[in-house]
């Protein structure tokens, strides 16, 4: 079965002072997830946003809140982010001393895993966790900012996870994230991704049509 494909706007780049509108036009713009991004100023360079920022904005609209934890040792706050709202978690291979373990507590807290990888992590070291989480993420830039240049070599790991999935026969989402605009998404789309996270190319003067544009591909290779 051909997975859906879905768009997932990065609040990092909306405008903090009219944060509502901006994620209500991405909403009115067709985009089924929000996707949040919080950092912790050690796993990467920049600190964010955190639990009450979100809890605030849960009210604010009917999307799925798909949370990128950018955090070390993830367990801690995987309750907190629950009860704030989100509905899928997200936290690194790269930051978790038992990756399992985590995958768990999110499952227990009602809420679907993704685990992510950075652009130097291989495939190979997640693979063991593809039929045990509901989203693979993988970055196509180094985690920590937003505004950058998709990095090509990362959408060769896409392709061998969707190879993966189709192989094994799974459901896992694959999700990519950092540097997806509109002249470049057919790329990670033709690798196999199906769920894409655009942040500065969606937010800005035009967020509702930006988001309209970028949903309107996607129901068209639907
Ligand atoms: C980067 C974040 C991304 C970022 C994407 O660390 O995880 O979600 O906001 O922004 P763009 O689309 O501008 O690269
Ligand atoms: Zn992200």
């Not at 713009?29 to 919080?38: E, R, S």
């Not at 769920?195 to 988001?211: L, P």
């Amino acid at each position: 079965m051909k997975p859906e494909l879905i768009l997932a706007p990065s609040m990092l780049s909306a405008d903090f002072k009219n944060l509502e509108e901006d994620i209500k036009a991405t909403e009115k713009g067709g985009a089924a997830y929000l996707h949040i991004d919080v950092m912790d100023g050690v796993f990467v360079p920049s600190i964010s946003f955190g639990m009450p920022v979100m809890k605030s904005i849960r009210s604010a609209t009917g999307q799925v809140f798909d949370v990128h934890l950018m955090i070390i040792d993830p367990i801690r706050y995987i309750k907190e982010f629950a009860a704030c709202g989100a509905d899928i978690i997200t936290f690194h291979l790269e930051a978790a001393e038992d990756p399992q373990a985590v995958i768990d507590e999110i499952h227990k807290c009602g809420c679907k895993a993704g685990i992510s990888i950075k652009p130097k992590t291989p495939f190979e070291d997640v693979a063991p966790y593809m039929d045990k989480v509901e989203m693979l993420l993988v970055m196509t830039v180094e985690p920590g900012f937003g505004g950058q240049k998709m990095m090509p070599e990362t959408l060769e790991k896409v392709r061998a996870a969707r190879r993966f999935v189709t192989e094994k026969g799974l459901a896992t989402d694959i999700q990519v994230d950092g540097g997806v605009k509109y002249d470049n998404i057919h790329l990670p789309l033709e690798a196999g991704a199906n769920i894409f996270v655009v942040g500065s190319a969606v937010f800005g003067d035009n967020t509702y049509g930006e988001t309209k544009r970028f949903s309107d591909y996607l129901a068209q290779r639907s």
